[in-house]
């Protein structure tokens, strides 16, 4: 990928981002204060490939860590629209190789013949979605942002078009004709805000995640990084943060707090190779404890 011409779609897997076209000055205004230790302003985007590439490490540093950060989710609008021509990527049907390759990157599963079945338009529905469920639960909110991703990443859903985000809402327990009168009204209003907090902040990709004390930013981890720059970049905020172990009691116990699983988010979170969760997830498939839903780059485990 040229950092000269970035197209925002042609996530650069060596360095886990999805960068912007245009670059932004930098600034520390408006951090929020938290009750929490840790505040971590989390840009990204529903259709971001590299965001869902960071998907294990972000589980388990809630897992570990969540009694010390708060996350505030915010709203990158990847993809306005198809009018450029950039980084060899000019129409949705170039996205579609190109996400197969990141998804084996990553072994997180993707297929990308979404973009060559129903593409997208533009992320901005999207975005604008999550904020309308941000204002009325957030934590919601998170779950309906994973729901997303796994109808858009795993069953080629254009979740851009209404019909998927209203069934994703629902399933995420959101009331979704309130969703939709928000989504009509203030939501856009506040997607617009993220958008110019994050040229503020000098974001220019996604993942970005800035780690601060509530006052000032101390860390920015940009891209896919390995757990452990995630961990670094906390404990560098709150030296005093304790991990919390998780009680692995029995095989399947992460999916009592995670309903949905790939292998790499079970071998990440739990420190074993990804060989090792595959096997014990089949093994719980074949028991009858889990589903599965194989797609041509990888499986979902979800709890029965």
């Known amino acids: 990928m040229s950092n000269n011409n970035p197209n925002p779609l042609l996530c650069d897997p060596e360095t886990g981002v999805c960068e912007m076209p245009q670059t932004a000055p930098t600034g520390t205004a408006g951090i929020i204060p938290t009750t929490k230790p840790v505040k971590v302003i989390y840009y990204t985007d529903p259709i971001c490939s590299s965001c869902w590439g960071i998907e294990p490490q972000l589980r388990k540093l809630k897992l570990e860590y969540g009694a010390y950060i708060d996350i505030d989710y915010r709203m990158g609008g990847l993809l306005p629209d198809w009018s450029y021509n950039s980084g060899g990527i000019s129409k949705p049907a170039d996205v579609a190789h190109h996400w197969d390759e990141v998804s084996l990157y990553y072994e997180m599963p993707i297929d990308g013949d979404v973009w060559l079945e129903d593409p997208l338009d533009s992320s901005y529905p999207a975005c604008i979605a999550l904020k309308a469920a941000q204002m009325q639960d957030k934590a919601k909110a998170v779950t309906f942002m994973r729901i997303?991703?796994?109808?858009?990443?795993?069953?080629?859903?254009n979740i851009a078009k209404w019909p998927a985000i209203a069934q994703a809402a629902t399933e995420a327990g959101l009331d979704a004709q309130q969703l939709k009168t928000d989504?009509?009204?203030?939501?856009?209003?506040?997607f617009e805000e993220d958008l110019a907090y994050g040229r503020t902040l000098g974001v220019r990709g996604f993942p970005t995640l800035f780690f601060s004390d509530g006052k000032d930013i101390k860390n920015t981890v940009y891209g896919s990084k390995p757990y452990e720059q995630f961990e670094q970049a906390l404990l560098a905020v709150y030296p005093q943060a304790k991990k919390t172990a998780f009680n692995n009691t029995t095989p399947l116990a992460l999916f009592n707090v995670f309903p949905s699983l790939t292998a790499k988010e079970y071998a990440v979170i739990l420190e074993t190779g990804v060989n090792d969760a595959k096997t014990t997830l089949e093994k719980a498939c074949n028991d009858g404890l889990l589903t599965k839903q194989t797609i041509k780059t990888g499986t979902m485990?979800?709890?029965?």
């Open 148 to 157: 997303l991703r796994e109808k858009l990443f795993l069953d080629k859903q």
């Open 183 to 190: 989504f009509e009204g203030p939501a856009k209003k506040l």
């Open 301 to 304: 485990y979800r709890k029965k």
